[in-house]
Nanobody, 130 residues
Framework: QLQASGGGLAQPGGSLRLSCAAS????????IGWFRQAPGKEREGVAC????????YYGDSVKGRFTISRDNAKNTVYLQMHSLKPEDTAVYYC?????????????????????????WGQGTQVTVSN
């Protein structure tokens, strides 16, 4: 199981950094995807980082604002979020896939609901508001 943390309240234009950690297992084998789900909306893919070569992919709505990275020594994957918008408000989750991020289209992460990802844990709430 993965645990996402680091959420909170941010103002529009602000920043937050989310962390994804695993207890009892190592993440370095896995591609890690970040997803989010806003009230009344379907879950969507936000970003993904592969384990093979660290290639990153992003959802079109967050490109240029969010950065995914991993620190295998700390067994943690991060999602740095800048220029936050009210529409970024959601519960954010991380999940695993074997080694590579799929599906992708060019540099875009297009996993749909993420049904091919696993080890979902509790998410962390991000609220962007004045």
């Amino acid at each position: 199981q993965l645990q996402a943390s680091g959420g909170g309240l941010a103002q529009p234009g602000g920043s937050l950094r989310l962390s994804c950690a695993a207890s009892g297992s190592t993440l370095d084998y896995y591609a890690i995807g970040w997803f989010r789900q806003a009230p009344g909306k379907e879950r969507e893919g936000v970003a993904c980082i592969s384990s093979t070569d660290g290639t990153t992919y992003y959802g079109d709505s967050v490109k240029g604002r969010f950065t995914i990275s991993r620190d295998n020594a700390k067994n943690t994957v991060y999602l740095q979020m800048h220029s936050l918008k009210p529409e970024d408000t959601a519960v954010y989750y991380c999940a695993t896939h074997d080694r590579i991020c799929v599906p992708t289209y060019g540099s875009s992460f297009v996993p749909g609901l993420g049904s091919n990802f696993g080890s979902w844990g509790q998410g962390t709430q991000v609220t962007v508001s004045n």
